[in-house]
């Protein structure tokens, strides 16, 4: 599914939106030459680089070919099951040459070379790796990489004061994990569960145990959330389906970069500034970002869109040898020729 979108760009100061899924890297720079202008008492500017943990050194930007593709990656954080599982894997892909940006989603259940899904290559091989795989399946080259702890989220919205989030499609997920109640039996004698676990297995016996759960529901359209409600909007799972969490975390990613950028917002940068640099993980620096800014221009030519990857398009559903729900492409088990030429064709 691709979906055209019209940006308005006077929400988006100096093309944030552009290159905001970069959101972390590029905010604190943009808020940085913001106020370093004016000279507030608590300038960015005392945010310094090496506050950001830099890997790699990211590719050398080349102003004659304009393109750069880079990676952004959520994972849970420290307090949930798979903490560094990446659910949000989104390629950034920007051509200055056209004036396209487009946003790229790439499943977490798409299974990759060495028999594992590609949200699981992160915390196998490190965030600065998961390029590799990526380009594998997308075709895209990787010059720049971001991952975001989603658990830091929650401060940073609360921080900002709760988020607008225009909520996609509406969904209601009966089964949202509460924190810490994992292995209550929830008033069932030992005799009961020995039934239970005769008779169901996985998610079903699971769902037995409902005061392990809470009830999520969300409306279609606008809704004023906080840093709380936020993570348990993106990490929602069983409301709808890993594509629908895609639109939903490019609806938060949206609805923060709103909030950092607005008029609102920026009597809290210090506290924001604070929030962001622990939370990312990079190999962009300041005079990179810098650069960017230079190289793309008027952002306010650009068109954007987005992309995800879906078995409407072109993924099917499978089951790898340990019996785990996988996604592979219709092409057949690592044969990612198709997903590039879809790439390739709507890019």
Same mark, same amino acid.
């Given at each position: 599914? =691709?979906?055209? =979108?019209? &940006?308005?760009?006077?929400?988006?100061?100096?093309?944030?939106?552009?290159?905001?899924?970069?959101?972390?890297?590029?905010?604190?720079?943009?808020?940085?030459?913001?106020?370093?202008?004016?000279?507030?008492?608590?300038?960015?500017?005392?945010?310094?680089?090496?506050?950001?943990?830099?890997?790699?050194?990211?590719?050398?930007?080349?102003?004659?070919?304009?393109?750069?593709?880079?990676?952004?990656?959520?994972?849970?954080?420290?307090?949930?099951?798979?903490?560094?599982?990446?659910?949000?894997?989104?390629?950034?892909?920007?051509?200055?040459?056209?004036?396209?940006?487009?946003?790229?989603?790439?499943?977490?259940?798409?299974?990759?070379?060495?028999?594992?899904? =590609?949200?699981?290559?992160? /915390?196998?091989?490190?965030?600065?790796?998961?390029?590799?795989?990526?380009?594998?399946?997308?075709?895209?080259?990787?010059?720049?990489?971001?991952?975001?702890?989603?658990?830091?989220?929650?401060?940073?919205?609360?921080?900002?004061?709760?988020?607008?989030?225009?909520?996609?499609?509406?969904?209601?997920?009966?089964?949202?994990?509460?924190?810490?109640?994992?292995?209550?039996?929830?008033?069932?004698?030992?005799?009961?569960?020995?039934?239970?676990?005769?008779?169901?297995?996985?998610?079903?016996?699971?769902?037995?145990?409902?005061?392990?759960?809470?009830?999520?529901?969300?409306?279609?359209?606008?809704?004023?959330?906080?840093?709380?409600?936020?993570?348990?909007?993106?990490?929602?799972?069983?409301?709808?389906?890993?594509?629908?969490?895609?639109?939903?975390?490019? &609806?938060?990613?949206?609805?923060?970069?709103?909030?950092?950028?607005?008029?609102? /917002?920026?009597?809290?940068?210090?506290?924001?500034?604070?929030?962001?640099?622990?939370?990312?993980?990079?190999?962009?620096?300041?005079?990179?970002?810098?650069?960017?800014?230079?190289?793309?221009?008027?952002?306010?030519?650009?068109?954007?869109?987005?992309?995800?990857?879906?078995?409407?398009?072109?993924?099917?559903?499978?089951?790898?040898?340990?019996?785990?729900?996988?996604?592979?492409?219709?092409?057949?088990?690592?044969?990612?020729?198709? =997903?590039?030429?879809?790439?390739?064709?709507?890019?």
């Amino acid at each position: 599914m =691709i979906q055209k =979108i019209k &940006a308005n760009w006077q929400n988006f100061a100096i093309g944030t939106l552009l290159v905001g899924i970069f959101i972390l890297g590029f905010t604190i720079t943009y808020l940085t030459l913001t106020f370093s202008k004016v000279g507030t008492k608590n300038s960015p500017a005392q945010a310094t680089p090496d506050s950001l943990v830099k890997f790699n050194a990211p590719i050398k930007i080349d102003d004659q070919k304009g393109i750069f593709n880079t990676l952004l990656l959520g994972y849970g954080g420290e307090g949930h099951s798979g903490s560094y599982l990446t659910d949000s894997i989104i390629v950034v892909h920007v051509n200055t040459n056209t004036k396209k940006a487009t946003l790229i989603s790439i499943p977490r259940d798409l299974w990759v070379r060495g028999n594992h899904k =590609i949200n699981a290559e992160g /915390s196998l091989n490190g965030f600065q790796n998961v390029g590799g795989p990526v380009k594998d399946v997308t075709g895209l080259p990787i010059n720049y990489f971001v991952s975001v702890d989603f658990g830091g989220f929650v401060k940073l919205i609360d921080n900002l004061g709760a988020i607008t989030v225009d909520v996609p499609k509406a969904f209601d997920d009966a089964f949202y994990p509460i924190l810490g109640e994992e292995n209550n039996v929830c008033g069932k004698t030992e005799e009961e569960i020995f039934v239970l676990k005769n008779k169901y297995s996985g998610f079903d016996l699971e769902k037995q145990f409902t005061c392990r759960y809470e009830r999520l529901h969300f409306d279609k359209g606008p809704v004023s959330i906080d840093g709380t409600t936020a993570l348990k909007f993106v990490r929602s799972r069983h409301g709808d389906s890993d594509f629908g969490r895609s639109e939903r975390q490019f &609806a938060i990613l949206k609805g923060v970069l709103n909030k950092l950028i607005s008029a609102h /917002s920026l009597d809290k940068t210090s506290k924001t500034i604070d929030t962001l640099v622990k939370i990312v993980r990079t190999n962009l620096d300041i005079k990179t970002i810098r650069n960017l800014i230079e190289v793309f221009g008027n952002t306010s030519q650009y068109q954007l869109s987005e992309i995800h990857l879906t078995t409407d398009n072109v993924l099917n559903t499978s089951t790898s040898f340990d019996k785990q729900f996988i996604l592979v492409p219709k092409a057949g088990n690592f044969n990612f020729s198709g =997903i590039q030429k879809f790439i390739q064709s709507s890019i």
